[in-house]
């Protein structure tokens, strides 16, 4: 049991902390993991955007997570830092496109047309990430319009590549 866990209730995280995307943050998370002090919670996509949840980490624990409206859940979130436990939120990614454009005029258009459709998006390296929230057809679809656009290569990825 660690400070702030009463017996027989959750956990109750009320914050993000920062993100182990960002460097101190990362330390911190391998040095947690290094000492066993590293717990996930495993979200799935449609959740991440609810701010109150019960759920159990990859130890068992039994969390509730209650964040307030204007904060956002995202992979690497930090929840808990403190008491020699570290617990970060996993969202789940599920099928994603990469789409890689041929020049900067298509890193332009391609960016703008994802914008327009509200698609949910990350910028890796030199590419797009598309998180795809239903089946392929309409994403393929809507690039066939993009490709009358600009110049760009597009690539499946399946959850945690």
Same mark, same amino acid.
């Given at each position: 049991?660690?400070?702030? #866990? ?6 109750? %995280? ?10 101190? /943050?990362? &330390? ?14 495993? +979200?799935?996509?449609? &959740? ?9 980490? &990859? *130890?068992?624990?039994?969390?509730? +997570? ?12 930090? %929840?808990?830092?403190? &008491? ?17 454009? !041929? ?6 258009? %391609? ?7 509200? /698609? *949910?998006?990350?910028?890796? *390296? ?13 994403? #393929?679809?809507?690039?066939?319009? !993009?490709? *009358? ?13």
């Amino acid at each position: 049991m660690v400070y702030g #866990q009463t017996l027989g209730q959750p956990l109750v %995280l009320s914050a993000v902390l920062g993100n182990t995307r960002e460097p101190s /943050w990362h &330390d911190r998370a391998h040095a947690a993991d290094a000492a066993g002090e590293l717990e996930i919670v495993r +979200i799935a996509p449609a &959740d991440a955007p609810r701010r109150r949840m019960r759920l159990r980490t &990859d *130890k068992n624990r039994d969390i509730a +997570i209650a964040l307030p409206r204007e904060i956002g859940l995202v992979d690497g979130a930090v %929840l808990r830092n403190e &008491d020699g436990l570290m617990i970060v939120a996993r969202i789940d990614a599920g099928p994603r496109l990469r789409l890689t454009p !041929a020049d900067l005029a298509s890193a332009l258009r %391609l960016g703008y047309f994802c914008g327009n459709l509200h /698609w *949910k998006a990350n910028f890796v *390296k030199d590419s797009i990430e598309i998180q795809m929230d239903g089946p392929d057809r309409p994403f #393929q679809d809507r690039l066939a319009d !993009a490709r *009358k656009l600009c110049a760009f290569t597009v690539e499946r990825l399946e959850a945690d590549t």
